[in-house]
Structures are given as structure tokens and as C-alpha cells.
């Protein structure tokens, strides 16, 4: 992994980052979302962006060989179509058990927006971010986020302040 003004970039073999970031007790409770900003090589088609390193397994892959965006929380994989591996990801989970998933790319566009079942846990062991289980992103990542449940008008709204902000660094791809 190398690091620049631009952010980190994984090398796609073996490079990843580990946020050292740990589980808070209630996270389990519901109520989550992730999100990163990925600049550079959006046709690559490998990769996981984010993924916790536990038996949790929460995934977000930005765009994989099958030009589809993957998100988990725990569950089963939620798929939605995207060509492009860049831009502003943020997904979503909201309820106790059997939870509403959802990914939004670059401010309102809704990837992934389904109620299948899905579990509701954040992550018992460190975040990590380019690389993962199924692969090791060779892209740039310049802002990765962790919070409880951002509602769709929140999602906008910090999508906004982040490329923005971004804007003002030069490096917003949106």
C-alpha cells in the first residue's frame, strides 16, 4: 500500500490498511453504514474496499469482475449493477434483525436498495480497508466513514460536505 496526497492506493496482490477501529458493544443493536470515497482505476475488477476482519464479515465492494457493486452486513451478498468502481459509496442498514440494505454512489444514485434478510452486526475486530477475503483493491481511497444509520436525506446531505470538501483538495471525481 502506498499513501500520497491523492489518499492510499493498494497494490492489488496482498496490500491492504487496517483502521484498527473495534466494535463498540451496541453496535450489534442495528442501525449502521460505511462508506468510501474511491478515486483511480474504476474498470479494476477486483477488489474489496472495505471489509471487517471478523466473523462479522461486513463487505463493500465498489465493482467486482461482474461490473456489480457488493455490499453485506453479516448476510448474504446484495448486488447491483455499476460499471465504474469510483466515486463516493456510502451503504446503509437500518433494523434489529432483518434489515433494509442499501448503497447510494455519489450523492442519490441507489445501487442497492432491498429487504431481504440480512443481519445487523458492525464488526467484532478491526476495519479494514483495500483488501479483504475475496481480493486486495488496487484503488485509491481518500475518505472512509463508519457511523450509525444514516437516513437517505443524511446520506445526501454528507455526500455533498464530502465532495466538496474533496473539491476543495482537487480531488473530487464527481
Request: proline share 1%; glycine share 14%; no cysteine.
Amino acid at each position: 500500500m502506498t499513501h500520497g496526497v491523492s489518499g492510499s492506493t493498494g497494490d492489488g496482490i496482498n496490500g491492504y490498511g487496517e483502521t484498527a477501529l473495534q466494535r463498540p458493544t451496541y453496535s450489534n443493536l442495528g442501525d449502521v453504514s460505511q462508506g468510501i470515497y474511491v478515486v483511480g482505476d474504476g474498470s479494476a475488477s477486483i477488489g474489496y474496499e472495505l471489509q471487517s476482519n471478523s466473523t462479522d464479515n461486513n463487505v463493500l465492494i465498489t465493482r467486482f469482475s461482474t461490473n456489480l457493486a457488493y455490499v453485506r452486513f453479516n448476510g448474504g451478498f446484495k448486488t447491483g449493477s455499476n460499471t465504474d468502481g469510483t466515486g463516493l459509496y456510502i451503504s446503509t442498514l437500518t433494523g434489529s434483525t432483518s434489515g433494509n440494505v442499501k448503497l447510494f454512489k455519489n450523492t442519490s444514485t441507489t445501487l442497492i436498495d432491498t429487504t431481504t434478510n440480512d443481519n445487523d452486526y458492525f464488526a467484532h475486530n478491526n476495519w479494514i480497508f483495500l483488501g479483504g477475503a475475496g481480493g486486495y483493491s488496487p484503488r485509491t481511497v481518500n475518505f472512509v466513514l463508519y457511523s450509525t444509520y444514516l437516513t437517505d436525506v443524511q446520506v445526501s446531505t454528507l455526500s455533498t460536505i464530502i465532495n466538496t470538501f474533496q473539491t476543495s483538495l482537487g480531488r473530487n471525481i464527481y
